[in-house]
């Protein structure tokens, strides 16, 4: 049975050789598919990292282009508004009897080439307001004056704290109030008094 057994143990080294020899191409195989993989997995980062990038300006370019299209429509909002002006002024008269009197006169004046709608005059009394009429709608050019008269219903002197406001509806239906020496600011809702 020597024999038998040296040939046994000749084959069992060629099958160990074998799976041996099996076994280390089956490593190197996966060694290359671990590499190519990888590769593969390096190239498809760098490509969505490429297209973050691409995202990330086109996202820019998208917010650029909002907040300009709102520029853009804001302008075109108050290009009216813009155009409305509101003036002060404190008239010094003779009044009966031949005693000096000063009234306090405000004027809102359309200078846009479109009318304006429902213009009001607040005056502005401490915490108190006084809501002044003018005519339905001013046309372009026109101009309405509003006097003062007190919370008391009286015309007399003006207190020095008192001062007015306009509010209207411009030719594209937005409300806005103006003050003598500030810029137009829209109203959230249309005033309780229109």
């Known amino acids: 049975m020597p024999a038998a057994s040296a ?8 099958g160990t050789a074998g799976a041996a020899v099996v076994a280390m191409a089956a490593l190197l195989a996966g060694v290359a ?30 917010r650029a282009a909002i907040q300009d299209r709102k520029r853009q429509e804001w302008e075109r909002q108050r290009a009216q508004a813009v155009q409305v002006y509101i003036v002060e002024e404190l008239r010094e008269e003779v009044a ?6 000063r009234r306090l006169v405000a004027t809102v004046r359309n200078a846009s080439p479109l ?3 429902d213009p009001t ?4 009394e401490g915490a ?31 207190p020095s704290g008192v001062s007015a406001t306009a509010r209207f509806r411009d030719a594209a239906g937005s409300w806005w109030e103006i003050s003598p020496h500030g810029s137009p600011q829209p109203l959230p809702a249309p005033p309780e008094s229109a």
């Open 7 to 14: 040939l046994t143990d000749q084959l069992e080294g060629w």
């Open 33 to 62: 598919a671990y590499r190519t993989q990888s590769a593969q997995l390096r190239l498809q980062q760098e490509q969505i990292d490429a297209q973050a990038e691409v995202l990330a300006l086109q996202v820019a370019e998208l």
């Open 96 to 101: 009966e009897r031949g005693r000096p009197s």
């Open 115 to 117: 009318p304006i709608h």
């Open 121 to 124: 005059m607040i005056w502005h």
């Open 128 to 158: 108190a307001e006084v809501t002044g009429i003018l005519p339905p709608y001013l046309a372009p050019g026109a101009a309405a004056s509003h006097e003062y008269i007190g919370v008391d219903g009286e015309s007399a002197d003006p």
